[in-house]
């Protein structure tokens, strides 16, 4: 069916941030010792405003969801929802800023895919096994649970079987929560996007969401990536809540989020180190300096809160 053709290339995006990822790491925009594993070969050159849009993104994210887990002193748990092939838990373990557990959800075959790499990489699995305090370890082809690490095959738009795969996981309603999605929400209708930004806001008294994507996409730049999209089978169900930054707000003001704030990537470019962003841009050069603004105009980080345990999390910015 359709629903079918476009799931699978929604799945299939995950490769294609990895492969992103894995050239710029070659080129050394970042360090991750840990995404070889999921992707062997460094693939086919991708543009520098490519590789600074990846840096903008990863450095980005990674500010708030360090702060996040700081002003908790890691007593909390960060949960990746559509997570792929993504490394950051073993990045987290590497730099002593692991919560109490860390959790993704993404589809059952991707996770199927992510399980059996760490199954057969010691590099991967060892920082999970280290972490665990008995030998009852849970991995099957489908999920793997630890004290620390626990990977859910789940659909995002299901949100009873969600919420009733974290809570078998023991999913911690009264400890501080981050969520992260990082180019997912688009893939879902307005409506399923909200329930699940209105089911983690009804979950948790104490939490931070933190959503990367699109922004600003009724313009002409905006329409030729969707276009890009398509061509690919890939439908952004939800490109009605990337139309500006007041959108993207909004769906977390309406949902039972206390605060929010959304930046788009030009800010947030512009407010990350200056030394290493000069650093970064000696690496390769860009002749095109417009294209890598326009790129960085057509995507947005939106974070939102609420803080019933008074933690100062609306205080977490750039
Ligand atoms: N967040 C990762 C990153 O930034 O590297 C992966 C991003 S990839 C563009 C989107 C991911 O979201 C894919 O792994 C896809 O399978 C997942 N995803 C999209 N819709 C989903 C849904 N309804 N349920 C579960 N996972 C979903």
């Not at 200056?274 to 841009?281: F, H, L, M, N």
Request: glycine letters at 4%; hydrophobic letters at 35%.
């Amino acid at each position: 069916t359709d629903t079918d053709t476009s799931d699978e290339a929604v799945r299939a995006t995950c490769d294609d941030a990895t492969a992103c990822k894995r050239f710029a790491i070659s080129k050394g925009y970042w360090k991750d010792p840990y995404i070889q594993y999921f992707v062997r070969s460094v693939g086919e050159r991708k543009a520098p405003e490519i590789n600074r849009g990846y840096y903008g993104r990863v450095r980005g994210v990674n500010h708030l969801l360090d702060a996040f887990i700081k002003k908790t002193q890691r007593d909390c748990q960060v949960i990746n929802l559509g997570a792929g092939l993504d490394t950051t838990f073993w990045r987290l373990k590497d730099e002593d800023l692991l919560p109490k557990k860390y959790f993704e959800v993404d589809f059952p075959t991707v996770v199927a895919r992510k399980i059996h790499y760490i199954k057969t990489k010691p590099h991967l699995s060892k920082p999970i096994i280290e972490t665990h305090s008995t030998d009852s370890l849970l991995l099957d082809a489908h999920s793997l649970d630890s004290d620390r690490y626990c990977i859910i095959g789940s659909d995002l738009r299901d949100i009873a079987t969600l919420d009733e795969q974290l809570k078998k996981y023991h999913l911690n309603p009264e400890l501080p929560a981050l969520l992260l999605s990082e180019c997912v929400l688009v893939y879902m209708t307005p409506a399923q996007s909200s329930n699940l930004v209105h089911w983690a806001a009804n979950t948790f008294h104490t939490a931070m969401f933190i959503n990367y994507e699109q922004v600003n996409m009724s313009d002409r730049f905006g329409q030729v990536m969707i276009e890009n999209l398509q061509r690919r089978q890939c439908t952004l169900a939800g490109v009605e809540v990337c139309r500006s930054l007041d959108s993207q707000k909004d769906r977390f003001l309406r949902t039972g989020w206390d605060h929010a704030d959304a930046l788009d990537m030009v800010t947030v470019y512009s407010m990350l180190p200056q030394e290493d962003v000069a650093r970064i841009e000696r690496l390769e050069f860009l002749d095109e300096k417009e294209l890598l603004q326009q790129l960085l105009q057509h995507y947005s980080i939106c974070w939102a809160t609420k803080d019933k345990l008074s933690l100062g999390l609306s205080q977490l910015a750039f």
